[in-house]
């Protein structure tokens, strides 16, 4: 996980040359920094599996929980095509049986915090009609 740093100019240089115009510089809100979080993921199930951060991965400061809005979604995506053209394809564009591969989530988080965990769901997303859905707790130390 990296906070507090542009996003990967790399990727959004491989972005811009894909929609074959340059593009601007993603710039967190005001008085926000982004967080990439950076995960392997790996089906471990009997059939292709298509996962991302959307709605299924918060970023927590505390008691508070961020997710990707539908802009850091987008520039997920861009992190999942540049990936995905180094052949290193991942769960956004599916994952066979026993195959592994980068899944990331961008967040914005107010400037100057630390997160201090992340919550994984194993469902479909992280609140439903049936309230929180089952996941995993990831503490951070920092």
Same mark, same amino acid.
């Given at each position: ?11 959004? %240089?491989?972005?811009?040359? =894909?929609? +074959?115009?340059?593009? *601007? $510089?993603?710039?967190?809100?005001? !008085?926000?920094?982004?967080? /990439? ?42 992190? %999942?095509?540049?990936?995905? =053209?180094? +052949?290193?394809?991942? *769960? $956004?564009?599916?994952?066979?049986? !026993?195959?592994?591969?980068? /899944? ?39």
């Amino acid at each position: 996980m990296t906070c507090g740093k542009p996003l990967d100019t790399a990727v959004m %240089a491989y972005a811009a040359d =894909s929609v +074959g115009a340059p593009t *601007p $510089t993603p710039t967190p809100e005001a !008085g926000k920094q982004f967080c /990439v979080v950076a995960m392997d993921a790996r089906n471990v199930g009997k059939s292709e599996a298509i996962w991302n951060a959307d709605s299924t991965v918060s970023l927590n400061v505390g008691d508070t929980r961020y997710t990707q809005s539908q802009k850091e979604s987008d520039y997920a995506l861009d992190y %999942a095509q540049y990936f995905n =053209s180094k +052949g290193q394809v991942g *769960p $956004t564009f599916g994952l066979n049986p !026993g195959s592994r591969g980068p /899944v990331h989530g961008i967040f914005q988080i107010p400037a100057g915090q630390q997160p201090t965990s992340i919550w994984v769901t194993s469902s479909t997303a992280i609140t439903t009609v049936d309230g929180v859905g089952p996941g995993y707790l990831v503490l951070l130390n920092r």
